[in-house]
């Protein structure tokens, strides 16, 4: 065992509510797991972690074979937070295949951070063993991972959608300016799918079966002529059924969703000054994050907001990549750490 191995490696993690990614310095992404502990529904023990879940639960919301999946990163309450330990304690011996190393780690905080917040963070990387810390802001990690240039002055907005959250923040040079965070994401696209069928057809879909005809046919934007089929229970008796449903009601269940987006971002726009709106209007709004992967998402935003819109390359990994660019260059890291402004 090489010092190098046992001292640990430099990672960047993305501790999503959805998703975790792991960057490793020199090497790129090498872990990329659903954020999911599972437990025994009887003891409430922790049966596994992230991917490595028993047979037949792919629903995080409901119990497959006496077990319970639980998404607890960005959750409020003590199990939440004492789950989320135990998850990137355990990514990153899963990275590292070797229990006493201590690696240093680089993770995002809320733009608009707290001390409390910052301190959070720097608690749960230390609990789960890491040597040294580096904090970065979220949107600077999502611009450096989605391609742009850190140095730049002129501002560009960040949308970033997650699973629970859309964070927006306009972003000049290492600075992170006007920031919005509101309750959508991929989540709530699912939600409101499941309550569809429920109030269109009386049955009851669960969020891996919503989450799927989402991928399949969710439309921000024009609506194809075209049909997909869903997995759904009868309430009262709990058998299985089927529903189709239409393109056109998979944008239904989008709009309230991709809405409270667009208002987001116009309320940003509104509120910084002038110069940079200026910015905005020329260099435009970024996406990335997974709920960006709807289809027509980055279309609408462009009719409402009349700015230019692109879509990261990939953007589900946007911030894991940001984040591993600052953990290649710790200078940079250090230069961005966030601190109290
Ligand atoms: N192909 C796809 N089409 C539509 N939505 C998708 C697709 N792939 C992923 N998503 C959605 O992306 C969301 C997760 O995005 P992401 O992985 O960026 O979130 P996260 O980083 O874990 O969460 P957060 O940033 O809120 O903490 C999920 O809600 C999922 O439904
Ligand atoms: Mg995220």
Same mark, same amino acid.
């Given at each position: 065992m090489s010092l190098f191995r046992l001292m640990g490696q !430099? +990672? &960047?993690? !993305?501790? *999503? &509510? @959805? *998703?975790? $990614? /792991?960057?490793?310095? *020199?090497? %790129? /992404?090498?872990? !990329?797991?659903?954020? /999911?502990?599972?437990? !025994?529904? $009887?003891t409430g023990k922790i049966v596994s972690y992230g991917a490595d879940r028993p047979a037949g639960g792919d629903d995080a919301s409901g119990p497959a074979g006496g077990t319970r999946a639980v998404r607890p990163v960005g959750g409020s309450d003590a199990l939440d937070r004492e789950f989320t330990q135990r998850l990137l304690k355990h990514f990153l011996r899963k990275v590292h295949a070797h229990p006493y190393a201590r690696p240093r780690v680089v993770m995002a905080v809320p733009d608009d951070s707290t001390a409390t917040d910052r301190r959070d963070v720097q608690d749960l990387a230390f609990e789960a063993d890491a040597r040294q810390i580096y904090l970065v802001?979220?949107?600077? @990690?999502?611009? +450096? %991972?989605? %391609? +742009?240039?850190i140095g730049e002055p002129a501002g560009v907005m960040i949308i970033d959608i997650g699973h629970h959250t859309t964070r927006i923040a306009i972003v000049a040079g290492d600075r992170v300016l006007t920031t919005r965070s509101v309750r959508s994401g991929g989540a709530h696209v699912n939600g409101s799918i499941a309550r569809l069928v429920e109030r269109d057809h009386g049955l009851i879909v669960g969020d891996g079966d919503a989450e799927a005809a989402k991928h399949g046919l969710g439309t921000a934007w024009k609506p194809l002529d075209r049909q997909v089929t869903v997995r759904a229970r009868v309430p009262e008796t709990g058998h299985e059924s089927r529903v189709t449903l239409t393109a056109q009601d998979l944008y239904e269940a989008t709009s309230q969703p991709a809405d409270v987006i667009v208002r987001a971002a116009i309320s940003a726009m509104d509120g910084c000054p002038a110069d940079l709106a200026a910015d905005v209007a020329t260099r435009g709004a970024v996406l990335v994050g997974g709920g960006s992967l709807v289809r027509g998402l980055g279309r609408r935003l462009r009719a409402r907001l009349g700015v230019p819109v692109r879509r990261a390359e990939r953007p589900r990994e946007s911030v894991a990549l940001g984040l591993g660019h600052c953990a290649d260059d710790l200078a940079l890291a250090a230069r961005l750490h966030a601190v109290r402004r």
């Open positions: !430099d +990672l &960047a993690v !993305d501790l *999503g &509510a @959805a *998703g975790t $990614r /792991i960057y490793s310095r *020199g090497r %790129g /992404i090498v872990l !990329d797991e659903p954020s /999911i502990v599972t437990c !025994d529904t $009887r802001r979220h949107a600077l @990690a999502a611009a +450096l %991972g989605a %391609g +742009l240039p």
